[in-house]
């Protein structure tokens, strides 16, 4: 008999994650579903090269357009995909904006969790599928907690988003105990990739360099220097997200690097890999900074090695050339493009991100 294919179910689809996911549970032969929120441009750049016309026989990438603000959605999208995994990504993810738009953060990182438990649960219900959700929590939850981060440390927010997560979390933690439902948190330290978006710092920064590189900028603004964070690949950690719904029973689990580096020695490695200093060209704006800040993140990822087998493959080092080698090419083809009569915006350093 012909085994049917899982169906995983993912919000957050058209950000870095939801991509870096996307690509992998492809490959593992799943049928992947996307929420997207509708906008007035286009915003499914990062999963473009994924997606085929859903009248091709081949396609096995869906998209549904829906909000986590939105339950009347959730629950039709539960019941039109009927999956097997459902992988909440979605947020407003951005620390600082979480300062600027606070109520809006907890509706859709908080709230919007719940509402997405309750759409989960109802399907269970009726259909009495056993779905297995994955919950996409943040070391920003431990906040000013000292390193190194585990899954006995306490929770200690410092953020309107970082507060929302905790609610997230806690909501998965009381629907996995009350209703028994298959629900696990994976607490994420920092990953990046050429694919992060642009006003998280590795991201800003690595822009930058191409640019300044390319004579197309030469100033960069920034806030904190002095903020460490353990930054790890995005793609080494989708594969620990798939892993943990692959586990005999939902859990919570730490991802990190184990390694933490500060926002200067991101620079330092990053200016470095061409040759540039970036002494002079970083200068630093007070608005940047944060109402109260996250001084030092590094996670202790032992339980995710020893319970899935989990383990690193992409380093710092490795990380933020891969970040710079992109971004260099990217500014190449802009300069071409500018050098051609094209305009070429530089919106990275004017966003208060
Ligand atoms: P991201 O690039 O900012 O992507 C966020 C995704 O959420 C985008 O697809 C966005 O859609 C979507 N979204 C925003 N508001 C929404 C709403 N109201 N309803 C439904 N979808 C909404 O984030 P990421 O880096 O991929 O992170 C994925 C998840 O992991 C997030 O929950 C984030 O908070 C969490 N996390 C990230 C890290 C990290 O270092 N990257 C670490 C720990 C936890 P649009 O494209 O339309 O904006
Ligand atoms: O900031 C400092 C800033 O915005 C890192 C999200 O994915 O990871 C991310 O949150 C550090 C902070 O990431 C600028 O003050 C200095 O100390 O890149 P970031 P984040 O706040 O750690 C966690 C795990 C998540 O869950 C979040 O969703 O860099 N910093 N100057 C700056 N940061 C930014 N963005 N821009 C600056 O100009």
């Known amino acids: 008999m012909k085994a049917t294919k899982k169906r995983a179910l993912i919000t957050g689809i058209t950000g870095q994650d939801g991509a870096f996911l996307s690509e992998f549970l492809l490959a593992k032969g799943y049928e992947v579903h996307g929420m997207i929120r509708r906008s007035s441009t286009f915003n499914t750049d990062r999963i473009d090269h ?11 990438l869906f998209l549904h357009y829906g909000d986590l603000v939105d339950g009347g959605c959730l629950r039709r999208i539960m ?30 990182v908080g709230t ?27 070391s920003e939850m431990f906040g000013t907690m000292p390193p190194p981060q585990s899954e006995r440390t306490p929770f200690y927010p410092r953020s309107p988003y970082a507060v929302s997560k905790v609610a997230a979390y806690y909501y998965a933690v009381n629907y996995r105990e009350a209703y028994g439902m298959f629900i696990t948190n994976g607490i994420l330290f920092n990953h990046e990739s050429p694919r992060r978006g642009e006003t998280f710092v590795t991201r800003k920064i690595t822009r930058a360099v191409g640019r300044i590189h390319c004579g197309l900028q030469d100033k960069l603004y920034l ?30 689990f730490v991802i990190a690097t184990g390694e933490s580096h500060s926002v200067r020695e991101m620079l330092d490695h990053a200016f470095g890999c061409l040759g540039l200093d970036w002494r002079a060209h970083v200068e630093i704006d007070p608005r940047l900074f944060r109402p109260s800040e996250v001084d030092h993140l590094r ?22 050339r891969m970040m710079v080698e992109h971004d260099l090419d990217l500014a190449r083809r802009e300069k071409s493009l500018r050098d051609n009569g094209f305009k070429v915006a530089l919106r990275g350093n004017h966003a208060q991100g």
């Open 223 to 252: 806030g904190n220097l002095d903020a460490y964070r353990d930054w790890g690949f995005a793609g080494d950690f989708v594969e620990a997200m798939w892993l943990m719904l692959q586990a005999p029973e939902p859990d919570d």
């Open 112 to 138: 919007g969790t719940l509402r997405l438990l309750e759409a989960v649960r109802d399907y269970i219900g009726v259909s009495g599928k056993p779905v297995r959700t994955y919950q996409a929590s943040s």
């Open 79 to 108: 019941e039109r995909v009927q999956p097997d995994e459902v992988y909440n990504l979605g947020a407003q993810s951005h620390v600082r904006v979480s300062f600027e738009q606070p109520e809006y953060t907890a509706d859709v």
């Open 50 to 60: 994924l997606y085929r016309d859903p009248h091709d026989p081949s396609a096995q």
């Open 299 to 320: 996670g202790d990822a032992s339980k995710a090695a020893k319970k899935l087998g989990w383990k690193v493959n992409v380093g710092f080092a490795d990380l933020v």
